[in-house]
């Protein structure tokens, strides 16, 4: 644990995913998507507990199975389509609490359809919130500057565009997305009261483009499945290229 701080791990796993049937578990390089979570978040320095939330006692046996914790099912009614992640949290917190006397310092959400994330990359996030100078931390990845809509029926630019007129693109102002909810870090009574991981002093923690792929389809599973298995290859072409720019 950082400095005494209690850091708790959710990891999110309802099951009756309809784009694809068992998403959270569902084959991922020879193993169920959600061990890959699991592993990373139990190599973490930081973690003092991690906790799989799922209405399923499939997903629950399987993530016992690889060492995370399940302490109970969640409830129906926070397991459906519709059901907002805060309330779980939520739900989770004041339930530990009661049952426990378990009152972490940070909350942290790690969703299992970010397979490329890292136990460096939440180490690193769990060092920024601890430095004291902010509410929580988010993983995000570089965009394109220019990002396009359509408005009746035509191509619209989205952001300012006085961009449009700049003809290098390196003089452009640089832009970033969250990147599949790899990770959300926040103190608990910021989340508590705010009942969001975002409305509050948030930091940035830029990941790699490559390590920020959201397994939505069989296409992203497709396309991680290939850069997770090439992951330490492109990571040491990068350094490289890095190195001679």
Same mark, same amino acid.
């Given at each position: 644990?950082?400095?005494?701080?209690?850091?708790?791990? +959710? &990891?999110?796993?309802? !099951?009756?995913?309809?784009? #694809?049937?068992?998403?959270?578990?569902?084959? =991922?390089?020879?193993?169920?998507?959600?061990?890959?979570?699991?592993?990373?978040?139990?190599?973490?320095?930081?973690?003092?507990?991690?906790?799989?939330?799922?209405? !399923?006692?499939?997903?629950?046996? #399987?993530?016992?199975?690889?060492?995370?914790?399940?302490? =109970?099912?969640?409830?129906?009614?926070?397991?459906?389509?519709?059901?907002? +992640?805060?309330?779980?949290?939520?739900?989770?917190?004041?339930?530990?609490?009661?049952?426990?006397?378990?009152?972490?310092?940070?909350?942290?959400?790690?969703?299992?359809?970010?397979?490329?994330?890292?136990?460096?990359?939440?180490?690193?996030? +769990?060092?920024?919130?601890?430095?004291?100078?902010?509410?929580?931390?988010?993983?995000?990845?570089?965009?394109?500057? @220019?990002?396009?809509? &359509?408005?009746?029926? =035509?191509?619209?630019?989205? =952001?300012?565009?006085?961009? #449009?007129?700049?003809?290098?693109?390196?003089?452009?102002?640089?832009?970033?997305?969250?990147?599949?909810?790899?990770?959300?870090?926040?103190?608990?009574?910021?989340?508590?009261?705010?009942?969001?991981?975002?409305?509050?002093?948030?930091?940035?923690?830029?990941?790699?483009?490559?390590?920020?792929?959201?397994?939505?389809?069989?296409?992203?599973? +497709?396309?991680?499945?290939? #850069?997770?298995?090439?992951?330490?290859?492109?990571?040491?072409?990068? @350094?490289?290229?890095?190195?001679?720019?």
């Amino acid at each position: 644990m950082v400095k005494n701080k209690k850091v708790l791990a +959710i &990891i999110p796993a309802r !099951s009756g995913s309809k784009g #694809i049937k068992d998403k959270n578990i569902k084959s =991922f390089c020879g193993k169920p998507l959600i061990y890959y979570t699991i592993s990373e978040a139990l190599k973490s320095r930081h973690i003092d507990r991690l906790i799989v939330s799922t209405d !399923s006692e499939e997903y629950a046996k #399987i993530a016992r199975r690889f060492n995370a914790e399940v302490p =109970f099912l969640r409830p129906k009614e926070l397991a459906t389509d519709s059901s907002p +992640i805060v309330d779980t949290i939520l739900h989770l917190i004041e339930k530990l609490k009661r049952d426990e006397n378990y009152i972490p310092d940070y909350i942290l959400l790690l969703q299992t359809t970010s397979p490329l994330r890292t136990s460096r990359d939440i180490d690193n996030c +769990i060092n920024i919130l601890n430095s004291g100078d902010c509410d929580g931390v988010v993983s995000m990845c570089s965009t394109e500057q @220019l990002l396009y809509g &359509i408005k009746d029926g =035509f191509i619209d630019i989205l =952001f300012n565009k006085n961009w #449009i007129r700049k003809t290098n693109r390196q003089s452009l102002q640089a832009t970033y997305r969250l990147n599949g909810s790899a990770i959300y870090l926040i103190s608990r009574e910021v989340f508590i009261k705010t009942r969001s991981f975002l409305k509050a002093r948030i930091r940035p923690y830029i990941m790699d483009r490559w390590q920020s792929l959201d397994l939505d389809d069989i296409n992203d599973f +497709i396309n991680a499945e290939i #850069i997770y298995r090439n992951r330490n290859k492109f990571h040491n072409k990068w @350094l490289r290229m890095l190195k001679k720019s």
